[in-house]
Nanobody, 115 residues
């Protein structure tokens, strides 16, 4: 059974930082591209950052220079370090594991940026 378990969300003031973690089980983690997506209320889910099995990284323009994605294949975990958070970063953040023939999603962790 495949599981992606996110953690690290919460309430933070504008300008603050959070680190999200997503630990996978039931897959050969190193084979998968791992991504973080987010969905704000009333909006579509959008890609935040992705790191491929080979270590290539892409970010949404809105988070470039503020967010950093990384992975630890030994721990089956992908991280999202979020700095200089803005109110518009408020959303549910979802972890995704992608390989050519399948996708898996975590249950989401909520990030609220507010003073």
């Amino acid at each position: 059974q495949v599981q992606l378990v996110e953690s690290g969300g919460g309430l933070v003031q504008p300008g603050g930082s959070l680190r999200l973690s997503c630990t996978a089980s039931g897959i050969i983690f190193s084979w998968y591209a791992m991504g973080w997506y987010r969905q704000a209320p009333g909006k579509q889910r959008e890609l935040v950052a992705v790191i491929t099995s080979g270590g290539n990284i892409n970010y949404a323009d809105s988070v470039k220079g503020r967010f950093t994605i990384s992975r630890d294949n030994a721990e089956n975990t992908v991280y999202l370090q979020m700095n200089s958070l803005k109110p518009e970063d408020t959303a549910a953040y979802y972890c995704n594991a992608h390989i050519t023939w399948e996708d898996y999603w975590g249950q989401g962790t909520r990030v609220t940026v507010s003073s």
